[in-house]
Structure formats: C-alpha cells, structure tokens
T-cell receptor
Framework: KAGVTQTPRYLIKTRGQQVTLSCSPI?????VSWYQQTPGQGLQFLFE???????NKGNFPGRFSGRQFSNSRSEMNVSTLELGDSALYLC???????????FGPGTRLTVT | KQEVTQIPAALSVPEGENLVLNCSFT??????LQWFRQDPGKGLTSLLL?????REQTSGRLNASLDKSSGRSTLYIAASQPGDSATYLC???????????FGGGTRVLVKP
C-alpha cells in the first residue's frame, strides 16, 4: 500500500495570508490526524477526523481548521498566518484499531 | 493531563555500542505506546507499537519494553550503527482522547 502523502512539501507564505495543506491517508484508513512540530514546543496535536467528522481537537486557536472528505483525504487550513505558525505540519492516518499511527513526510511551512 | 518525558535529550555513542533510550509518562491509562524515528526535516517512521496489555515488542535489533504501572518504556537498540543516528520519539495513546502525546525526543549520534 502507498503511504501517507502530503502536499505541498514546502511552502513560504507572508504574515496575514492563509494556507491550505493536504493529506491523503493510507488506503482504507478512515482516521486522519494533524500535528504541528516546532523546535520550541515539539510535536503537538491539532485535530483528528474520522469519517468526515472531527473527533478531537487540540489546544490551538480557531485560525487552525480542518476538514475531511468522503474519500478520507483531509485538508488543514490556517488563516491570518503569524510568524509563530512556521513549523513542520505532519499528517497521520490509522485504522480505527489498534491505533498505530502512520505519518506522512510533512509540509514545511515558513511564514515571513 | 498526560505528560511524556524522554531523558536524555541527546546521546552520543561509538558504533557497536548498545543504545538505551528512556521514556516516562504520567498517566498509566493508555491504549498503547509507540516509538518513532525521525531523520532531520523528515516525517516520523514507526518503529514499534506496544499495546497496553503487552510487556515488550521486538523487531530486528530493536526491543521495547513497557511497564505501565510505573509509567515507563525503554527502547533498546543492539549493536548500534551510524545509520541509527536520528531523533527517537516515544508517544502514548491515552485512554482519554483520540490523540498521541509525544515526548521531546532523544537525539542519537552513533560515531563510526
């Protein structure tokens, strides 16, 4: 099976803009989670979608949002970008059990 | 709130030496614990998944143990090689929510 794919791999945006990141899970996986990784905060959970419904949400401001489509592909949107949003954004997918997460290569977002 | 700690933050060993990486977590109510490897600027590669009912899991030169009652896991890498140089992260899937909580990672350098 193909692994988790994320597009684009690299992005450079200006403060105040918005950005959309895409994630395609492993075939058959209905759960998609998003994580933010920064040198200062490490890996932090953003949200999880399962069958097009958000099941869990981390402690991030409302500027961070996501959605999942009927084919399990997911998008994450960040509006009104801030310098602190510069990070590696990782997507992970899994079957409902046994909860083993498989991660994609990430999208490196740089906000200038 | 679940907290995961990895000590030491960095480790340097000569090639051939066995590696011992530690992970501790504060809430023993977990479904599983997962060890990952991350190369610089890359996504996470799953190494081992230990279910909460298991005491250890092995794959090749890797062996991970889990002591849920004391909130500890240890990853052993036998006969280290320069190619093992990477950051190793442990993460727990808590019973309270649909997410992984990560430790800060241990950065490993294996010197030839």
């Amino acid at each position: 099976k193909a692994g988790v794919t994320q597009t684009p791999r690299y992005l450079i945006k200006t403060r105040g803009q918005q950005v959309t990141l895409s994630c395609s899970p492993i075939s058959g996986h209905r759960s998609v989670s998003w994580y933010q990784q920064t040198p200062g905060q490490g890996l932090q959970f953003l949200f999880e979608y399962f069958s097009e419904t958000q099941r869990n949400k981390g402690n991030f401001p409302g500027r961070f949002s996501g959605r999942q489509f009927s084919n399990s592909r997911s998008e994450m949107n960040v509006s009104t970008l801030e310098l602190g949003d510069s990070a590696l954004y990782l997507c992970a997918s899994r079957e409902d059990t046994p909860y083993e997460q498989y991660f994609g290569p990430g999208t490196r977002l740089t906000v200038t | 709130k679940q907290e995961v700690t990895q000590i030491p933050a960095a480790l340097s060993v000569p090639e051939g030496e066995n590696l011992v990486l530690n992970c501790s977590f504060t809430d023993s109510a977990i479904y599983n614990l997962q060890w990952f490897r991350q190369d610089p600027g890359k996504g996470l590669t799953s190494l081992l998944l230990i279910q909460s009912s298991q005491r250890e899991q092995t794959s090749g030169r890797l062996n991970a143990s889990l002591d849920k009652s004391s909130g500890r896991s240890t990853l052993y890498i036998a006969a280290s090689q320069p190619g093992d140089s990477a950051t190793y992260l442990c993460a727990v899937w808590g019973a309270a929510g649909n997410k992984l909580t990560f430790g800060g990672g241990t950065r490993v350098l294996v010197k030839p």
